[in-house]
């Protein structure tokens, strides 16, 4: 089982790679397709990750990070819950706002919250950081949707944003 496994993690990150080089990742069986300028696919870092994207951002300090979530089939939660989750990782109630993306059709749900973000792990100590903006899309997905969340500094999220939009809708091209 350990081998099997260790098979099916090595052959994603392989998968993973190859389509970054041609500018896009895969999650959920959804194809994205990253922005022209500063978004690279980098390795995962667990195996909660479908992928994870890092992007360069002018004047920023270090690379902000896209974390893309599948979970399979009937797994992750419904929409609102997620939301609720995202809202919930702030020392206290962000100004935030929910929107609906049209991508051809399909909808997206689209976060955007700001406030002092409480990083780290789910269940680890935590570290509050002042200014920060979480954006979060959930993609609804053939089987179940995909999750993409991103969190940095306010100013930084800000010169991203409508990328990370696009970046949301890809999966659903104009036909």
Known sequence: MKLLLTTLALISIATTSLLAEEGKVTAGNLNFTLPATGWTSV???SPMRAATLKITVEGAEQPLEAIFYYFGSGQGGDTQANIDRWLGQFESPPVSKTEELDAN?????????????????????????????????IIPGPDAPVFIKLTGPKDAVAKITEDFKKLSTSPFPAK
């Open 43 to 45: 390795p995962t870092s």
């Open 105 to 137: 059709g399909t909808k997206v749900s689209l976060v955007t919250a700001t406030g002092t973000y409480m990083d780290g792990a789910m269940f680890g100590p935590k570290t509050a950081k002042a200014d920060y903006t979480l954006l979060g899309a």
